[in-house]
């Protein structure tokens, strides 16, 4: 079973442009969190989704962030007109069902460089 | 979701027992207790979950204590690619989406 794949590896951007990253999950599992990795930091929750919809999003900035997770596709984390800060590692993790009975499993992130 | 304590670094011999002990002492009756593991630049990796029964998989073992306010998470022989930090999560029962990830212990098996 292949696990869950998250493309690009590395995404280098320039100050105001725009990201996407990617994520699909594991087979059969219809349920997507992404989590945020500051340099030397804990991961910290983002949006949780389920095909079409965005379960829960209080992690997500107000601005500039955006997820969805279509009914065909992987997942996609958006973030439009990049800042320093954004600089940080993506993980995207899934799970077959969205109670907490189940294990996320995740995959090897995003590391994104804002230049 | 409970808080958990758990000590900032520990290390261990190459073959040998790895205890990573937890304090959650605020946990309620419906809270799982999870561990994960983050080798440096990888994604965080299940290892094993429990409610109130010990749990053992071919990765690890997990001992709750009968008041679940304490857990220990047991790598029987530990290897030198098991150096990683380990977070222990708690997680109310349900439908809930995210895990809380702490600093959790830096754990350093040395040859």
């Known amino acids: 079973n292949a696990g869950v794949m998250q493309n690009p590896r590395h995404l280098v951007r320039r100050r105001g442009q725009e990201a996407r990253l990617r994520c699909s999950p594991m087979k059969g599992h219809s349920h997507v969190y992404w989590y945020r990795q500051l340099p030397e930091e804990g991961l910290k929750f983002m949006v949780y989704?389920?095909?079409?919809?965005?379960?829960?999003e209080s992690g997500m900035p107000k601005e500039r962030f955006s997820a969805e997770f279509p009914k065909e596709g992987p997942s996609i984390l958006r973030i439009q007109q990049v800042v320093r800060g954004d600089s940080a590692a993506y993980f995207c993790?899934?799970?077959?069902?969205?109670?907490?009975?189940?294990?996320?499993?995740f995959g090897d992130g995003t590391r994104l460089s804002i230049l | 979701d409970a808080k958990t304590t758990q000590p900032t670094s520990m290390d261990c011999a190459e073959g040998r027992a790895a205890n990573l002990p937890c304090n959650h002492s605020?946990?309620?009756?419906?809270?799982?207790v999870y561990w994960y593991r983050q080798i440096h630049s990888q994604g965080p990796q299940y290892i094993i979950h429990g409610l109130k029964n010990n749990e053992t998989n071919e990765m690890a073992s997990l001992i709750i204590t009968e008041d679940r306010k304490s857990s220990t998470l047991i790598l029987p022989h530990a290897t030198l690619r098991d150096t990683a930090v380990y977070y222990c999560?708690?997680?109310?029962?349900?439908?809930?989406?995210?895990?809380?990830f702490g600093k959790g212990t830096k754990l350093s098996v040395k040859p």
């Open positions: 999560i708690v997680r109310i029962g349900g439908s809930q989406g995210n895990l809380i």
């Open positions: 605020t946990i309620s009756g419906n809270e799982y």
């Open positions: 993790a899934s799970s077959p069902l969205g109670t907490t009975q189940q294990p996320q499993h």
């Open positions: 989704l389920q095909k079409e919809n965005i379960i829960d």
